[in-house]
């Protein structure tokens, strides 16, 4: 006899019957409507929960800076947006690459079962199953989804294309197969800001390389000098333990170290003889100068190509120049850039020397060990000489 407004609303019930009114036909439709809106519910639930994976997929893969990282970052999270198995595998082609080497594609990244097809030798040797499935969606030019598999397709303005191939152990549901539209939609514009944001900086890293070789052609020194220092100095910065990040940065940014030297009179840039001392103080000035040039940036590696500029003629001991910075005051770019200056310089002809010979450029290298260069650095020199050796013979002339 309870009263049926004050049963639904303070007991969070959404019907009341009487027993009067329930025939069988009534109890009937009143189970499947209640099964059905419990069905709805979950739907709603389910969909809730998938946008809110989508959305943490999307802000994750488009923080990713290369095709390699968005590739695996794009497999883990479908997996984990549709709860499929492992088996996953990401590959791509140029616009004009699929159809020249007939269904051999470049694998980027993979998962589970496919994790074998990384390797070096095998890579594009896909299974036929999964390659039927890469031409057709390339052929068609569009995203395949069916029976237990999804097979993605994505063509950039420039015409490159991109596939996802995905395998689980159940059918994709009409709910499934949305997010993974609508997910994919997000990677698409991922995967053309990825591919312009590697446009823009390979673009950077040739006006670097440019800037860095203007300099060394005005002062007559030989070939490739620029990208030998940068080189090494990656390797250093590497075996130091440095980041990813700071190793590309300082490799990029010490193919700048000699900027300054565009500033120089050629009477003094290009003397065949010493220097007088009124001379020498002009040279010195190619650190200070480097600054004048670059002026004031945000970005990161222009920034460090000044600190690098303005310090690589200090020395460990403080008694470099201009400033006389001493041990760690001096920037580990610059400790680094120095030392893979001065080996290349050394071993190079100038207007004013004959390169030396290898052992003594070794020797001096040695003696300065906590005097010019961070002893550090000297002793990671020479536990990698044979790699140093490799790029110096890959990058002469």
């Given at each position: 006899q309870a009263p049926a407004e004050k049963v639904i609303i303070d007991y969070d019930i959404n019907d009341y019957k009487e027993k009067t009114?329930?025939?069988?036909?009534?109890?009937?439709?009143?189970?499947?409507?209640?099964?059905?809106?419990?069905?709805?519910i979950l739907t709603i639930e389910a969909n809730r929960k998938g946008l809110e994976k989508i959305i943490d997929a999307a802000t994750y893969i488009c923080r990713l800076r290369s095709i390699t990282n968005l590739a695996s970052g794009v497999l883990t999270q479908l997996v984990s947006i549709l709860h499929l198995s492992e088996n996953a595998l990401y590959c791509q082609t140029s616009g004009i690459a699929v159809s020249n080497v007939q269904g051999s594609f470049k694998v980027l990244a993979a998962t589970g079962a496919y994790e074998s097809y990384l390797e070096a030798e095998i890579r594009g040797e896909l299974p036929g199953h999964v390659l039927d499935d890469?031409?057709?969606?390339?052929?068609?030019?569009?995203?395949?989804?069916?029976?237990?598999?999804?097979?993605g397709y994505f063509r950039s303005e420039r015409g490159e294309e991109t596939v996802i191939y995905l395998e689980g152990w159940r059918d994709l549901s009409e709910l499934d197969r949305r997010m993974i539209e609508v997910f994919c939609g997000n990677v698409q514009v991922a995967y053309e800001n990825v591919l312009l944001n590697q446009e823009i900086e390979g673009t950077q890293k040739e006006i670097i390389y440019t800037l860095g070789e203007l300099a060394e052609m005005r002062s007559l020194e030989t070939g490739n000098h620029v990208r030998r220092v940068a080189e090494y100095s990656r390797l250093l910065a590497e075996q130091y333990g440095l980041s990813q990040r700071e190793v590309e940065v300082i490799r990029l940014a010490s193919s700048m170290h000699d900027v300054g030297k565009v500033a120089i009179p050629d009477a003094i840039l290009n003397k065949t003889g010493p220097l007088s001392a009124a001379e020498f103080e002009v040279m010195k000035?190619?650190?200070?100068?480097?600054?004048?040039?670059?002026?004031?940036?945000?970005?990161?590696?222009?920034?460090?190509?000044?600190?690098?500029?303005?310090?690589?003629?200090?020395?460990?001991?403080?008694?470099?120049?201009?400033?006389?910075?001493?041990?760690?005051?001096?920037?580990?770019?610059?400790r680094i850039t120095a030392l893979a200056d001065v080996f290349d310089a050394l071993g190079n002809d100038r207007s004013y020397r004959d390169a030396w010979e290898m052992e003594a450029i070794l020797d001096l290298i040695r003696r300065e060990r906590g005097a010019h260069f961070d002893p550090v650095l000297v002793d990671l020199f020479f536990e990698n000489i044979d790699a140093i050796m490799a790029i110096r013979d890959r990058l002469a002339g």
């Open positions: 009114e329930l025939t069988a036909q009534k109890l009937f439709t009143t189970m499947v409507a209640s099964l059905r809106s419990y069905r709805d890469v031409l057709r969606a390339t052929a068609l030019k569009q995203s395949i989804c069916q029976d237990n598999r999804y097979v000035t190619h650190t200070i100068r480097a600054q004048e040039i670059m002026g004031l940036s945000d970005r990161e590696v222009i920034k460090t190509a000044i600190v690098i500029a303005v310090q690589h003629h200090e020395k460990f001991d403080g008694t470099g120049y201009p400033k006389g910075l001493k041990g760690e005051d001096i920037h580990i770019s610059a």
